[in-house]
């Protein structure tokens, strides 16, 4: 009740406030904006009157650089845009664990420190760079900066049939598409080619030697097998022992293991919009109306093409003396693919043969843009050109020679209503079940705090099937039972933990992804947990399993050190194994990876000890005891496998390995400049 009071009260604080700032910037007859006055106030000062930033529209200030509301919302949905065309049918699956506002704040934070030290470093870039940026957008543009633009190859998209540039559907596709002006996208694309070119400054610090080269290439394709006898942990519980001062001692020593977070308890009723979904119809005319007004927006289908090709691939940094023979390799495939009837996938195998490496790639339907970032412009726009069913010349990229066959066309068109309706019903439908139930909700708000009791709501709307559940003790970060996540329903929890026992909770409204309404939480607080150190009887099942687990551990490896021990020097691990009564395992061949699982027959072997001798040991070769996750082992070096080096791997692990290296040192700057910076929000703490 007293939080229901609180917030009519802060309402008319701010009421009040708003009359009174008003007055104070409105001299003479006329009215003087805050955005000045943001731009020279002391972060200090914002800070104390975070409210004049928020009045200006800003945010959040990074550095000297001010972030603004409408910034953050258009990251934020390009985010979420971003992760849906990633993951598709499985994006309600993986957004639910995504908290896309913290994403936005964090992806303007770097772009924000990257720019001022971009500024710094005095990195510029030339207009003709920015041209040619805004010809190739999105691509080349460095990952910092994807979120900031719906990464639409506007240009591309705005070149008529005969290949000419046209404005007006170049500024309409920035305008729908990227929800920016043609001058504000030109800034976009120069500030993220200067991070671009900041980011390789600061690679150019890194190399790979041979020796790196050579270990690495060791390591992921030099084989081993092993033979094994386990001895696992389970199978020496029945033999641990220890009394009261043994188990005080292992509770004391590892103490802030057992150390609990504040816990509470509320019973709540929950509103949730599906329940109004099944009464409401949406009319065919709103239906028709609505598709109408946005058919242009969301259901236009751009231009595709089908093709097929083959490629005569070829190094950018060979020889031109390689390049032609490899021009003049294509340029004799052609001749046979131009023949009617010709099959590509069979000319690809017939022509693929030393020194030439030929390919046939089947590239299916694909719109502008798709094939920009792995064949170039000239490759894709080819493909647009080129009549149904006829074969191109040969066309060069830095991939090598290719000759393309255009198999189907589909012009742009518009889905048809009947092809969408579904989709717009369900849509409408949603929207107008969350006006329904956040009124309902409020309704049910009055009478409950009208009441004090939540069963007052129950008992008022008995068509809602509303009930009233109980959470049981959960902390702030783990999951709320009945409810779900706490990343989800992470304002739920933070009004529970404001609550004083048996006090009501304001209305509670839980977004997820995309803004949708998940449902509209009323509860109480009927119970609280201080959390802490717990005493050695509040947890003493806990302790004493963990403590049976560490004595087990420590019997089955002095085990395996006796059985090491009184081998024969000659013995092979079968022959250990008989005399001591022990299964002998054996592996599949591995290679070596930081997991430590090698997967064997019976059973595995689950450690990483065991795993890093063996690239060591010679073959024959007995060593143990290793300890593993639920085992301790000994282990036998049965087989290595021998490889030989292959120049053309080896390349492209050097350019993995490198890039590696790379993306270590810019992180590591990164973090460094990222807690050096001074930033400040002024985003409103919910309460």
């Keep these: 009740m007293m939080n229901f009071i609180r917030q009519k009260l802060k309402f008319l604080m701010w009421f009040v406030a708003i009359f009174f700032v008003g007055g104070l910037f409105f001299v003479g007859g006329r009215s003087v904006g805050l955005n000045w006055l943001v731009n020279v106030m002391p972060v200090g000062m914002l800070a104390a009157m975070p409210g004049c930033a928020r009045s200006a529209g800003i945010i959040m200030k990074v550095g000297n650089y001010n972030v603004k509301r409408d910034e953050i919302l258009r990251v934020?949905?390009?985010?979420?845009?971003?992760?849906?065309?990633?993951?598709?049918?499985?994006?309600?699956?993986?957004?639910?664990?995504?908290?896309?506002?913290?994403?936005?704040?964090?992806?303007?934070t770097r772009y924000a420190l990257l720019l001022q030290e971009a500024n710094k470093r005095k990195i510029y870039i030339s207009k003709t760079e920015v041209q040619k940026g805004i010809r190739e957008f999105p691509y080349y543009m460095p990952e910092e900066t994807l979120a900031r633009v719906n990464p639409v190859p506007y240009y591309m998209y705005s070149r008529m049939q005969d290949g000419k540039f046209n404005a007006n559907i170049f500024n309409f596709l920035l305008a729908r598409e990227g929800k920016i002006t043609p001058e504000e996208f030109s800034k976009e694309v120069e500030n993220g080619l200067r991070i671009a070119r900041l980011k390789t400054t600061l690679y150019e610090a890194a190399m790979v030697t041979d020796l790196e080269l050579q270990q690495e290439y060791r390591k992921q394709n030099e084989k081993v097998k092993i033979k094994y006898v386990e001895f696992p942990y389970r199978d020496f519980t029945d033999d641990v022992q220890f009394d009261d001062a043994e188990l005080n001692q292992f509770f004391q020593k590892n103490i802030l293991d057992y150390k609990s977070n504040d816990k509470v308890n509320i019973e709540f009723v929950k509103i949730d919009p599906k329940e109004f979904e099944n009464r409401i119809t949406i009319p065919e005319e709103e239906i028709a109306s609505y598709y109408n007004a946005h058919k242009e927006e969301d259901y236009l289908e751009p231009e595709k093409v089908d093709a097929i090709h083959i490629l005569v691939s070829i190094d950018p940094d060979a020889s031109s003396e390689d390049k032609t023979k490899a021009k003049a390799y294509a340029d004799?495939?052609?001749?046979?693919?131009?023949?009617?009837?010709?099959?590509?996938?069979?000319?690809?195998?017939?022509?693929?043969?030393?020194?030439?490496?030929?390919?046939?790639?089947?590239?299916?339907?694909?719109?502008?843009?798709?094939?920009?970032?792995?064949?170039?412009?000239?490759?894709?726009?080819?493909?647009?050109?080129?009549?149904?069913?006829?074969?191109?010349?040969?066309?060069?990229?830095?991939?090598?020679?290719?000759?393309?066959?255009?198999?189907d066309k589909k012009p742009s068109q518009i889905k048809p209503l009947g092809l969408v309706r579904n989709e717009i019903a369900r849509m409408l439908k949603e929207n107008e079940a969350s006006v329904q139930a956040r009124q309902k909700a409020e309704d049910i708000q009055y009478t409950i705090m009208s009441e004090e009791e939540l069963q007052a709501a129950v008992d008022a709307n008995p068509d809602l099937n509303l009930k009233i559940q109980k959470t049981g003790l959960f902390a702030?970060?783990?999951?709320?039972?009945?409810?779900?996540?706490?990343?989800?329903?992470?304002?739920?929890?933070?009004?529970?933990?404001?609550?004083?026992?048996?006090?009501?909770?304001?209305?509670?409204?839980?977004?997820?992804?995309?803004?949708?309404?998940?449902?509209?939480?009323?509860?109480?607080?009927?119970?609280?947990?201080?959390?802490?150190?717990?005493?050695?009887?509040?947890?003493?099942?806990?302790?004493?399993?963990?403590?049976?687990?560490?004595?087990?551990?420590?019997?089955?490896?002095?085990?395996?050190?006796?059985?090491?021990?009184?081998?024969?020097?000659?013995?092979?691990?079968?022959?250990?194994?008989?005399?001591?009564?022990?299964?002998?395992?054996?592996?599949?061949?591995?290679?070596?990876?930081?997991?430590?699982?090698?997967?064997?027959k019976p059973g595995s072997v689950n450690s990483k000890d065991a795993m890093f001798n063996a690239f060591s040991m010679e073959v024959g070769q007995i060593e143990g005891p290793f300890e593993g996750a639920s085992s301790a082992y000994i282990i036998q070096l049965t087989e290595r496998d021998k490889f030989e080096e292959?120049?053309?791997?080896?390349?492209?692990?050097?350019?993995?390995?490198?890039?590696?290296?790379?993306?270590?040192?810019?992180?590591?700057?990164?973090?460094?400049?990222?807690?050096?910076?001074?930033?400040?929000?002024?985003?409103p703490e919910t309460s």
Excluded: C
């Excluded at 069979?346 to 694909?366: C, H, R, S, W």
């Excluded at 790379?662 to 002024?682: G, L, P, V």
């Design 332 to 407: 004799e495939i052609l001749e046979e693919a131009k023949k009617p009837g010709a099959d590509f996938s069979a000319l690809a195998d017939i022509y693929n043969k030393d020194p030439f490496t030929v390919k046939y790639e089947d590239l299916g339907l694909f719109e502008r843009g798709k094939m920009v970032r792995s064949y170039g412009e000239t490759f894709e726009q080819k493909a647009f050109d080129l009549e149904l069913g006829t074969v191109s010349d040969v066309i060069e990229t830095s991939s090598g020679y290719h000759i393309m066959k255009v198999e």
């Design 476 to 600: 702030k970060d783990e999951f709320i039972p009945q409810i779900g996540l706490s990343f989800t329903y992470r304002s739920v929890a933070e009004e529970a933990f404001n609550l004083e026992v048996g006090e009501i909770s304001s209305l509670v409204e839980v977004k997820s992804y995309g803004d949708r309404i998940l449902g509209y939480f009323i509860f109480k607080l009927i119970d609280q947990k201080p959390g802490g150190i717990p005493e050695l009887e509040d947890v003493k099942s806990n302790v004493i399993k963990n403590l049976k687990e560490e004595k087990a551990r420590t019997l089955a490896m002095q085990e395996a050190v006796k059985v090491v021990s009184s081998r024969e020097s000659s013995a092979d691990l079968d022959k250990i194994a008989q005399e001591n009564e022990l299964k002998v395992g054996e592996s599949e061949p591995f290679s070596l990876s930081e997991r430590g699982y090698i997967r064997g």
């Design 646 to 683: 292959d120049q053309e791997e080896m390349s492209k692990l050097r350019t993995q390995l490198l890039r590696e290296k790379q993306q270590r040192i810019y992180d590591t700057w990164y973090q460094k400049i990222r807690q050096q910076a001074r930033i400040q929000s002024f985003i």
């Design 76 to 108: 934020r949905e390009n985010t979420i845009a971003a992760f849906r065309q990633q993951y598709k049918d499985n994006f309600d699956t993986y957004a639910r664990n995504i908290d896309f506002n913290q994403r936005a704040q964090e992806s303007v």
